[in-house]
Each structure stands twice: as C-alpha cells, then as structure tokens.
C-alpha cells in the first residue's frame, strides 16, 4: 500500500460526501417541503453516516503509518511488511463493510418505496423488485443495470467472496460499459476501490433519482420505519 493511498481514499470519500449532500439538499428544496424524518431525507443522512464511518477508518490508517504511539500499541512486534500487510487489510474490511451496508441501505429504501406506492409485488426476489420500480417510477434504464450488478457483488460478498448463485450458473453483467464475468464457484477479483468508489457513486444518484420521479414527488410523506441510527 503506497504511503499517500488512505490520503486518496479519504479525499474521494469527502467528495462523495458532498455530492450525497447536494443530492439531499435538491429533496429538500422541491416544491414540497418535507420533514427531516422523511423517508426521501433520512436515507442521505444514513448514506453520508456509512461514507463518514469509512472515512474515518482511513484517517485511522493514515495516522497508523507516521504515528508512533499507534504503531507501538497497535503493531507492536510486526516488522515493516507484516504491519503494511495488516494496515492493506482493514483498509480491505473498511470497502468491504461500506460497500455492504450501503447496498442494503438502497435495497430497504427501495423496498420501503414500493410500500409506499403501494405496490403489491408478485415476489420478494430484489432483481425482480428492481425492475419492477424501474418501470413503475419511469427512471432511466441504467439504474437497473446498475442495481443488478451490485446486488450481484453483494451477493457474492455474502460467500466470501465467491459467487454461488441459486441457480449454480455463470452470469455476465454490464456496468457502465463494462462486462463482468461471474463463474459459479469461483471468486471475483475486479472489485478494487475504484470500482467501490463507482457503486457509491452511483448508489446516491440513483437514491436521487427514485426520489425525484413525478409519482415520489406526488407522495406527501413517507414514514421512516427504519432505524435512523444506522
């Protein structure tokens, strides 16, 4: 892990940061006013918590690698290579855990999107929930390609890492002009930072973009029954 890595990370989690506040201020400016506790504001305010909790765990490694009381309480006893090897690992676990809980916070808010359409799904499968709020809220196709692909990561993250689909076949799925391969039993290995970093992205503007549909936006409230404390 080069020296300046967890200063990037941590830059690129601020500017994700601002954008997730952007995108919460736009709610908040529509024609109608809604409360805090709105479902369509509490879950920015539960994805920033998610970006600041893994910011802070960078920060953490950053001061890890020039201070010396961290180093001495934490690493005592590891030589240089043997505490990069432990630092590069939580850096691992922090992705890891972020990416996580940040989908299954999408995937509850979606969820609780369709109750409030009042949606009566046919099954409670999300690939199938997924297109059927795409085409019910008339959002760009994109996002369901986008909601695929991670439900397809955090599924294989689920396995540790290896994919074992219900239907024990390879998949392929398109992301952002991408392919990539799933086999059955085997792990995946093109989910680096950058590509998290992506998911993230696109994890806020599509929360923005459900939230900004004609028929959300005619929803006068939408009750959070979810834990605000994420």
């Known amino acids: 892990m080069p020296y300046d890595e ?6 690129s989690f601020e500017h994700l940061q601002e954008r ?3 995108a919460r201020e736009t709610i ?17 305010t539960q994805l920033f918590g998610i970006i600041d909790r893994a910011k802070m765990g960078m920060e953490y490694v950053h001061c890890s690698l020039d201070d010396a009381t961290i180093q001495a309480r934490m690493f005592s006893g590891l030589d240089h290579k043997d505490f990069i090897q432990r ?3 939580f850096v691992h676990f922090i992705f890891i855990e972020a990416n996580h809980a940040y989908f299954s916070l999408i995937e509850t808010f979606l969820r609780q999107i369709l109750r409030a359409l009042e949606v009566n799904p046919k099954t409670n499968k999300f690939f199938e929930l997924s297109d059927q709020l795409v085409q019910r809220l008339k959002i760009d196709k994109r996002w369901l390609e986008f909601l695929n692909f991670y439900a397809a990561v955090r599924n294989t993250q689920h396995n540790n890492g290896v994919f074992f689909p219900q239907d024990m076949k390879d998949r ?3 992301y952002r002009g991408g392919s990539y ?3 059955y039993g085997q792990p995946i290995h093109f989910l680096d930072g950058a590509l998290r970093l992506m998911l993230f992205e696109d994890g806020n503007d599509l929360v923005l973009a459900v939230c900004e549909s004609e028929e959300l936006r005619a929803i ?3 009750q959070d029954p979810s834990h605000f404390e994420y």
């Open 172 to 174: 392929s799925f398109s």
């Open 220 to 222: 006068p409230v939408i």
């Open 181 to 183: 391969q799933f086999a």
């Open 28 to 44: 908040e400016a529509g024609a109608r006013k809604l409360e805090a506790t709105d479902r369509r504001i509490t879950i920015f």
């Open 6 to 11: 967890p200063l990037k990370y941590i830059g």
């Open 87 to 89: 630092l590069n690992g």
């Open 20 to 22: 997730i506040n952007a």
